[in-house]
């Protein structure tokens, strides 16, 4: 089968499409024939050894536990191994891979057990793809925000992935919901039901004006002190993206000397909230925003889009042009598109 295989840190050619052997599933495991995957943030960190920490967990010197990339995927279960009770052959499915990486490949075995539910039928295999990792994340860090019906919602980032998805889950939960995004992104925010936009090209968020329950920074991009000035008491200030040791420290000074809580953390990928979204979506309130799409073998093309931080929503990899249902027609024509159901 073909994969996308980086054999050294560094640029995205680094990433190089090779040959490799075909896995069997084993007791318990699925073998997913994969139609689409993303480019995420955590992709391109992983494949530039960025922050350099990620080399303890891959290797030192050079990629060892994780070669081929890709942490959410969409696609078909072609075989299943001994055991398995949830899925059967022919089943579409979405999945996030977690710290094992590799949908950037035609095929992939996982545990029955891990993080893949049925695919939402309302959803190709691409929009279906760039779920589990932004969606998840939204929904955990809103959880953690203690969302709830009327809850004065800010999200910074809200047109990239973890944000597309944030506004229409703040907004599921009855949540009045204001985003920051750029003159360009304002229609699409606004379409995904934010109330109010924020043009952070024209206007700052200063330490003054109505408070929040919620802020939510997809991106880092929030100023700190204007941000807990903000917050209503008991509000929470939450971080998505990856702190500096130095922000950690001033967040729990907040959170311990105030009764405003600054808090992070990592999605937890489990199968649970992946069929929650997957309710949620089939009953038509959550979309998936698509930026671009290429091929599988255009993998390097993409990193080197997405890396420059102003994707719209996602960026879909097609593995395999997609069967019924998919949009296979339209995967290979090069223009950035934001699809929108
Ligand atoms: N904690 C976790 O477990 C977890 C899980 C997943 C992702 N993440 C992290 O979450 C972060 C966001 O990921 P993502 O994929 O959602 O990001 P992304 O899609 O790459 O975000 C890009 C978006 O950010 C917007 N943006 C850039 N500068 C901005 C600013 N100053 N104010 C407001 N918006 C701005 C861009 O809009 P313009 O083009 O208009 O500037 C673009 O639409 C990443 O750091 C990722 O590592 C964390």
Known sequence: ???????????????????????????????????????????????????????????????????????????????????????????AVFAACGTEFGAYADYKCMPETNCVALKPENMTFEEAAAVPVGALTALQFLRKGNIRRGSRVLIYGASGSV?????????????????VCSTSNVELVRSLGAERVIDYSKERLEADGPAYDLIFDTVGKSPFHACVK?????????????VS????????????????????????????????????????ALRSV???????????????FVEQGHKKGNVVLSVKACPKGGDGAA???????????
Not at 17 to 41: C, N
Not at 331 to 341: I, S, T, Y
């Open 1 to 91: 089968m073909n994969a996308i295989v980086f054999e050294r840190y560094g640029p995205p050619d680094v990433l190089q499409m090779r040959e490799i052997t075909k896995p069997e599933p084993q007791i318990g495991e699925i073998l997913i024939q994969i139609q689409a995957t993303t480019v995420t943030a955590g992709d391109w960190r992983m494949r530039k050894a960025d922050p350099f920490l990620a080399r303890l967990f891959n290797g030192l010197w050079r990629p060892k536990r994780v070669r081929i990339l890709g942490f959410e995927l969409a696609g078909v279960v072609e075989a299943t191994g001994r055991g398995v009770t949830r899925f059967k052959p022919g089943d």
């Open 163 to 179: 944000g597309t998805y944030a506004v229409q889950l703040a907004r599921f939960f009855g949540a009045e919901v204001t985003g």
């Open 230 to 242: 903000r917050l209503a008491p008991n509000g929470f200030y939450l971080q998505a993206y990856q």
């Open 245 to 284: 040791p130095l922000s950690i420290i001033r967040g729990k000074w907040v959170t311990w000397t105030s009764n405003k809580k600054v808090l992070g953390g990592s999605v937890i990928e489990n199968v649970e909230d992946l069929s929650y979204l997957k309710e949620i979506i089939e009953s038509g």
């Open 290 to 304: 698509i930026d671009r799409r290429y091929p599988l073998e255009q993998a390097a093309e993409a990193h080197r």
């Open 331 to 341: 995967l290979f024509g090069g223009n950035p598109e934001v699809g929108q159901k």
